[in-house]
């Protein structure tokens, strides 16, 4: 995977301002960002996923341009083939766990049903050891099955990149 990114974004609250200024190329095929809290980890790969539009630059995925301020291109997140795990989890509250997995198979605004049966759900359900909670909501779970819930809605749809935001705070 090659990722070519140079971006700058700048954040306005009140009397406070952030600017986050990221450039760099990899064709590693894992990346880990470092830094402090506050320094920017998150919004960096928001940007990436396409649910904040940077000011300036360009973000390239194995040469494909998802953003690029000059060229006038912005994909839309669901085009971007990136799965985005955010570090609250974001799982649907009145979903068990095996319809949340089956939502990331889903486009559209009807949630998958209550008893959903697919092959890659019960795949996932398995291979992080979900299925005694399948019919579970997320209430119910502790950190750790939340949050392998939401990493198993993540790959069940096949991204090219999988964007981790604090991956391991509850493992």
């Known amino acids: 995977?090659?990722?070519d990114i140079d971006i700058s974004k700048t954040l306005k609250s009140a009397k406070r301002s952030f600017q986050l200024q990221v450039r760099f190329q990899?064709?590693?095929?894992r990346l880990v960002v470092?830094?402090?809290?506050?320094?920017?980890?998150s919004l960096l790969l928001k940007a990436i996923a396409g649910l904040i539009r940077p000011d300036q630059g360009h973000i390239h995925l194995d040469g494909t341009p998802l953003f690029d301020h000059a060229a006038k291109i912005d994909l839309p997140p669901q085009r971007r083939q990136v799965a985005y795990l955010f570090q609250d989890y974001a799982l649907f509250p009145h979903l068990n766990v095996?319809?949340?997995?089956?939502f990331g198979l889903r486009r559209g605004l009807l949630n998958p049903r209550a008893a959903l049966q697919h092959e890659a759900v019960d795949y996932w359900l398995d291979a992080f050891q979900l299925r005694?909670?399948?019919?579970?909501l997320p209430e119910e779970l502790s950190g750790g099955q939340r949050q392998r819930t939401a990493l198993a809605r993540a790959l069940i749809a096949r991204p090219?990149?999988?964007l981790?935001?604090?991956p391991f705070s509850a493992l």
């Open 164 to 166: 981790l935001d604090e």
């Open 132 to 136: 005694p909670v399948a019919d579970q």
């Open 34 to 41: 470092l830094g402090p809290s506050g320094s920017g980890k």
């Open 160 to 162: 090219r990149a999988l």
């Open 98 to 102: 095996r319809q949340n997995i089956g």
């Open 1 to 3: 995977m090659q990722l």
């Open 26 to 29: 990899t064709d590693s095929q």
